[in-house]
């Protein structure tokens, strides 16, 4: 009933009630008028109640219409706000998804369908395990359900899944929603795509760290990269080295022939350089014509064999469109960490380097220390002279007497090559073999020396020396080629010796390099019947079961262990044991570097088998070889 009907069926009621009292109040004074006696009472009464009673219903009718007028307006205004947050559902960038208690999806928002692709319709009574990326755990699932019940609500970055496949990360809110009993009944999650933020945070890094002509990293990102390395060089206590590149009279291209074809020509010089790439090394432009390598693990010797390799490359022509370009660089090289405080020294320090390199005619390199540069030359030179020593019979061999400890009866030899240099004399092998580990010749110089070892064994034993084997030290590049066994087979047919005279000497580090295929390998010699040894045992880091499997026939006990003997307490404790276990394994013991013959004593002493050193003799040319040398008799003097 509205107020309007009331008040009008009220009014009728109070006319009704006038009319009765006036009608009333006419016929009793008509009545009174022609003497008829007539009693007021029933009237009054009538009237009363009349009266009363439209009170009542006016009072109880008018606040009955108040409360139904308020929950009217109370109707009105939750209508109002579910029409506004359906409009916010609807036009909200983020995505929304709600469920019930049991996850089943019922409604979602447009802008959950434009994220990820599904309609309402693909995910009405789903539940979210649809988009799940894969990328995520149980216990981050069983976090976010435990967050969730104890808070009622759950925020953070999640991966998920679009219906495309794609996998993108999401920034999402989750809620729960419980009754007046606080029984869960829905869940809500808004959630928004992170994937265009990442992406555009993606680009404005790459801006930051990217050089954007060249593709290549930039003087910032080089910094960062070079901070890292100096502290990881520190405490891996390595050396790494920093070669600052800058091309020689670039301005005179860029003035010449314009700034475009200069753009170009970086473009390529940055290819080049990017060949040189490789794991541990970053390439970069500084910025104009200047470049840099950082180069993680690199000594001097090999940061200047690269230089040299990246100054070739420079050197090569450029073409470019129809024109053909030549263009030198200069090289400043730095090594680190040694001597150097932090970034902005290192970085210091390589430009005075190639300020040095440019001050010396261009187009070469220089180390920030002239002792370096000119170590670094010499090494360069030696390298180089190296490649024609084969070719111009510049390698000799000298051999080491090997005495049984017993009796110091020489039982064999170990060939030891010498390089008879032009200009410097002989050369040790301690100066020219990390040169050729470096350059690659250390194999062809292996299987010089193999050969010529071999013919020199045979003709002693032809001529009816009583010599048990003669050792050859095999570097770690040649015992890695995989056919190294067919190449001694060769080797010892061709000198005709037997393979129960060859004995090869094997570095504990190159078995270590690749394990598994060392033990390929030295089975593969064993079968051939030749005799193997572990040179410089103690130095490297063998295991005792790959020891045992390796099945060799001796272990040399480095001669670092052997120079304290018998003072130093360690040195005796590492000898004694490398005896005792080498014995174990059946295996005999050869001590490198006997000089005293209180060495020998104390070897002999502990039982090992053989002995090494200039205390029995120098290496030797064949011809000067003192076959009666003994420990007793004084060191030879022909030092080779
Ligand atoms: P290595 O195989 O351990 O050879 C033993 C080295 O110790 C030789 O040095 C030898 O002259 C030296 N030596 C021997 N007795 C004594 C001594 O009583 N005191 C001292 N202080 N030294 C002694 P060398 O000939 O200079 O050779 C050095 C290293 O060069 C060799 O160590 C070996 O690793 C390598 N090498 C030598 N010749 C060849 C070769 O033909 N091929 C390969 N791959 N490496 C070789
Ligand atoms: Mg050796
Ligand atoms: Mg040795």
Not at 221 to 248: Q, V
Not at 530 to 559: C, E, P, W, Y
Request: glycine letters at 6%; a negative charge.
């Amino acid at each position: 009933m509205t107020i309007v009907r009331l008040q009008r069926l009220c009014l009728f009621y109070l006319i009704l009630a006038v009319l009765w009292v006036v009608l009333g109040e006419l016929l009793v004074r008509w009545l009174s008028d022609n003497h008829t006696p007539v009693s007021l009472l029933p009237f009054s009464k009538g009237l009363l109640f009349v009266t009363f009673s439209t009170l009542l219903m006016y009072v109880l009718g008018r606040r009955h219409i108040d409360q139904v007028a308020r929950q009217q307006q109370a109707q009105t205004v939750s209508q109002t706000r579910l029409r506004q947050a359906e409009a916010v559902f609807d036009c909200t960038q983020e995505g929304v998804l709600i469920s019930d208690a049991q996850q089943r999806i019922l409604h979602v928002n447009p802008a959950f369908s434009r994220i990820t692709g599904y309609s309402l319709e693909e995910v009405l009574g789903q539940t979210p395990k649809l988009f799940a990326s894969g990328k995520h755990d149980a216990e981050f699932y069983g976090q976010m359900w435990r967050d969730l019940q104890a808070k009622g609500r759950w925020s953070g970055e999640i991966w998920n899944r679009r219906k495309s496949g794609e996998v993108y990360s999401q920034l999402q809110n989750l809620r729960s929603i419980s009754d007046e009993n606080g029984q869960v009944t829905h869940y809500v999650a808004v959630f928004s795509d992170l994937s265009a933020l990442k992406r555009s945070r993606e680009e404005l890094d790459y801006l930051a760290h990217y050089d954007h002509l060249v593709g290549l990293p930039n003087r910032l990102l080089f910094s960062e990269r070079a901070k890292l390395d100096l502290e990881r060089a520190r405490t891996d206590k390595r050396s790494g080295a920093l070669l600052l590149i800058d091309l020689d009279h670039f301005k005179d291209i860029n003035e010449s022939l314009g700034h475009s074809y200069g753009d170009s020509l970086l473009i390529a010089v940055s290819k080049r350089l990017g060949a040189f790439q490789n794991n541990g090394m970053t390439v970069a432009r500084l910025g104009g014509d200047e470049f840099a390598l950082l180069c993680e693990s690199l000594n001097a010797g090999q940061a200047a064999a690269l230089a040299l390799r990246l100054l070739d490359s420079l050197a090569q022509p450029f073409q470019l469109g129809a024109n053909e370009l030549f263009i030198t660089a200069s090289i400043g090289i730095v090594l680190y960490p040694d001597d150097i405080e932090d970034v902005e020294q290192l970085m210091r320090n390589a430009d005075s380097a190639l300020f040095k390199a440019k001050g010396s005619g261009r187009s070469t390199y220089a180390f920030y220390t002239q002792e370096l540069t000119s170590m670094a030359q010499q090494r360069v030179e030696l390298s180089s002279a190296l490649r024609q020593a084969l070719e111009q019979n510049q390698l000799e061999l000298h051999y080491q007497s090997i005495h049984d400890l017993s009796d110091e009866r020489i039982v064999g030899f170990e060939a030891l090559v010498r390089w008879r240099h032009p200009e410097q004399g002989l050369v040790s092998p301690a100066r020219f073999i990390p040169i050729a580990e470096e350059n690659g010749l250390i194999s062809a110089i292996d299987l010089w020396v193999l050969a010529r070892a071999c013919r020199q064994m045979s003709s002693w034993v032809d001529s009816g020396l009583s010599l048990q084997f003669i050792a050859v030290n095999i570097s770690s590049r040649l015992f890695s080629h995989g056919e190294l066994d067919m190449l001694v087979s060769q080797i010892l047919a061709e000198s005709g010796l037997e393979p129960r005279y060859l004995e090869l000497e094997v570095t504990e580090s190159a078995v270590m390099q690749d394990p598994d295929a060392a033990m390929d390998q030295l089975a593969r010699l064993r079968a051939l019947g030749v005799r193997l040894a572990i040179d410089d045992f103690g130095t490297g880091h063998s295991s005792l079961l790959r020891l045992k499997r390796m099945n060799v026939h001796k272990l040399k006990i480095d001669q670092g262990f052997v120079r304290g003997l018998p003072g130093s307490r360690e040195d005796a404790a590492i000898t004694r044991s490398v005896i005792a276990l080498a014995h174990n394994l059946d295996l005999r013991v050869v001590a490198e570097g006997i000089e005293t013959p209180e060495q020998a004593e104390f070897l002999r002493d502990h039982g090992c088998d053989y002995g090494q050193g200039y205390g029995f003799a120098r290496p030797q040319a064949p011809a000067k070889i003192n076959w009666q040398a003994t420990l007793n008799r004084a060191p030879q003097s022909n030092d080779a």
